[in-house]
Nanobody, 121 residues
Framework: QVQLVESGGGLVQAGGSLRLSCAASGSIFRINAMGWYRQAPGKERELVALIGSGGSTNYADSVKGRFTISRDNAKKTGYLQMNSLKPEDTAVYYC???????????????WGQGTQVTVSS
């Protein structure tokens, strides 16, 4: 069974930083794209950042220049470094990954359980 477990959320003042981690566990052959999404109260879940298997990245306009997505393939872990945090960054942050459990298998999409990030003004 595959699990994605996020950590690193918490309460921080505006202008502060947090680093989120997403650790994948279970029988995994390869992790392809990884991403971070967030959902604020009363709003739809939105894409924050994506990183491909080769390291290419994409960011939402609202976080460009402040957030950095990265990954450590050997550790099967993804990261989201969040700097210059703003109150509007407050949300539950979810890790997402497209991965193959076996070399001959299909790719499936998985979600983590989410971690709360609260930015106070």
């Amino acid at each position: 069974q595959v699990q994605l477990v996020e950590s690193g959320g918490g309460l921080v003042q505006a202008g502060g930083s947090l680093r989120l981690s997403c650790a994948a566990s279970g029988s995994i052959f390869r992790i392809n794209a990884m991403g971070w999404y967030r959902q604020a109260p009363g709003k739809e879940r939105e894409l924050v950042a994506l990183i491909g298997s080769g390291g290419s990245t994409n960011y939402a306009d609202s976080v460009k220049g402040r957030f950095t997505i990265s990954r450590d393939n050997a550790k099967k872990t993804g990261y989201l470094q969040m700097n210059s945090l703003k109150p509007e960054d407050t949300a539950v942050y979810y890790c997402n990954a497209d991965l193959q459990r076996f070399a001959w298998g299909s790719q499936y999409n998985y979600w983590g359980q989410g971690t709360q990030v609260t930015v106070s003004s």
